[in-house]
């Protein structure tokens, strides 16, 4: 019995002497790991900056299906957040500056333990060199669950070279998996929608519907307002001489809606019109490429566009929906006017013979024998 005691008294100290060895250590740490993604820097950027898709690249977001995430009304750029919880685990992540196509830094806290990532991006032979940093400052139970697994900066690069190899394999795979049909004439109905509209240069629309959509969803959601269909864009302008597109994000609602005098959300209606349409599956970077196949069929089929509709993008299934981009959907719809058929007339035979002065009878219009 004294034996056993003396061996419990050592172990009990042992397990004391270590744990005071670990929590005079230092919180500090920091971990660096670069890769190389086969897709072209603004590609690379624009899915990295925005939140929505770090579930699909993540290693840590990928350890189960229990993961609850919350967006809120922003996740793309500078001020962009996310949030996760799975049983006691809480964590966060912020974007707190933003250089485009170049740079992200982000704010993360996790359990306790807070740090910050530095993402870089330079092109490179075969696509795009990211490269991301990650230092931070543990607490004591971070420290001490650590220890036992061969340190942080070895978990933190293992956990960071997996993510860049999940975000090659999306890239090259997910964003260039794509089909487009024309699905000919159509009809959109009227209605009524919520809507944001934007004037901007071209090159940003893409970008800023992003931004606005999940505003949306979320403005939706925060006041209660019933959805009455799928989300959708409507370009109003779109001057490639001038570098300039208007556009308006929008939610169609199950009645008129009336909004407050000052709100970035006003209410509009839906206009019935006639429309070619084309479906898009796959990634919104092949959406200029639908746009060109719909033209292509207009003129083809000699049918005339009605610049004095509305051209439309509505998105079926979305990031919302599923996080695989090549299982997106998205319709778009070209005003055009509706085909008339041509009637040939039946002439009726005129049995007699007509005078100089005499009235005369329309020859569309059959004689009573």
């Not at 975000?167 to 159509?186: A, D, F, H, Q, R």
């Not at 005339?304 to 997106?328: C, D, F, H, M, Q």
Request: aromatic residues 12%; contains cysteine; hydrophobic residues 35%.
């Amino acid at each position: 019995m004294r034996i056993l005691k003396y061996l419990f008294l050592l172990l009990l100290l042992s397990l004391l002497g270590m744990a005071v060895y670990v929590a005079t250590q230092k919180g500090d740490f920091e971990a660096q790991k670069s890769g190389i993604i086969k897709a072209q820097r603004s590609t690379v950027f624009d899915y990295i900056n925005d939140y929505r898709n770090w579930e699909t690249f993540g290693s840590w977001m990928q350890k189960g299906t229990d993961l609850k995430f919350d967006y809120g009304s922003k996740s793309v750029g500078a001020g962009g957040k996310c949030s996760w919880q799975r049983d006691n685990e809480r964590g966060t992540i912020s974007t707190v500056h933003v250089k485009e196509n170049d740079s992200i830094v982000q704010k993360a806290f996790y359990n306790g333990t807070q740090s910050t990532l530095y993402w870089t991006f330079k092109d490179t032979v075969g696509g795009t060199r990211v490269s991301v940093h990650c230092k931070g400052q543990m607490d004591l139970f971070t420290k001490v669950s650590v220890f036992f697994k061969g340190g942080i900066t070895g978990l933190l690069e293992d956990v960071c070279a997996k993510s860049l190899h999940n975000l090659n394999k999306t890239l090259v795979y997910e964003l260039k998996t794509y089909s487009i049909k024309v699905n000919g004439m159509s009809q959109r109905t009227s209605g009524y929608c919520l809507q944001q509209t934007l004037s901007s240069k071209i090159k940003s629309v893409a970008k800023n519907i992003k931004i606005l959509m999940p505003r949306m969803v979320h403005f939706f959601k925060k006041n209660h307002i019933a959805m009455n269909g799928k989300p959708f864009v409507l370009y109003s302008r779109y001057d490639v001489a001038h570098d300039i597109a208007t556009y308006s994000v929008c939610i169609p609602t199950t009645k008129q809606v009336y909004v407050q005098p000052g709100s970035d959300v006003s209410s509009s209606e839906i206009v019935a019109f006639t429309c070619l349409k084309t479906t898009l599956n796959g990634d919104h970077s092949h959406t200029q490429e639908a746009w060109n196949a719909a033209r292509k069929y207009i003129a083809d089929h000699h049918l005339k566009e009605n610049y004095a509709g509305y051209y439309s993008e509505v998105y079926i299934r979305t990031l919302e929906n599923v996080k695989k981009p090549s299982k997106w959907i998205t319709e778009l719809y070209v005003p055009v006017f509706p085909v008339v058929e041509e009637v040939t007339p039946i002439l009726a035979p005129i049995n007699q013979a007509v005078t100089p002065n005499a009235p005369t009878t329309s020859p569309l219009t059959p004689e009573v024998p």
